[in-house]
């Protein structure tokens, strides 16, 4: 069992950055790849970046390859989301997930599930 606990979404400006927090309960953090994904009101929820176990390999969506930058301290039990040159666009609640399988971008293969935090980027 792995408990997520998001944090550091905010009111920005456009231009500006953030960066997520991901705390994950449990001694098996490492043994899990952890993704961020997003949703906006109204909308499905989308994959936005994932990391290797190791954190040696990072996949991005297109949308946000270049801006967004995927992180994990396996020591510290936390996966991170750096996210600069925001756009209104990137307006959404995101999801910190882990997957006992294999890399992916499909929601649906994600173990486990955050609550979420919201970011909203003023134009």
């Known amino acids: 069992q792995v408990q997520l606990v998001e944090s550091g979404g905010s009111l920005v400006q456009a231009g500006g950055s953030l960066r997520l927090s991901c705390a994950a309960s449990?001694?098996?953090?490492?043994?899990?790849?952890m993704a961020w994904f997003r949703q906006a009101p109204g909308k499905e929820r989308l994959f936005v970046a994932i990391?290797?176990?190791?954190?040696?390999?990072?996949y991005y969506a297109d949308s946000v390859k270049g801006r967004f930058t995927i992180s994990r301290d396996n020591a510290k039990n936390t996966v991170y989301l750096q996210m600069n040159t925001l756009k209104p666009e990137d307006t959404a609640v995101y999801y910190c997930?882990?997957?006992?399988?294999?890399?992916?971008?499909?929601?649906?293969?994600?173990?486990?599930w955050g609550r979420g935090t919201q970011v909203t980027v003023s134009s």
């Open positions: 997930a882990a997957t006992s399988g294999s890399l992916g971008n499909v929601a649906e293969t994600y173990n486990y």
């Open positions: 449990g001694r098996t953090f490492s043994s899990y790849a």
């Open positions: 990391i290797s176990r190791s954190g040696a390999s990072t």
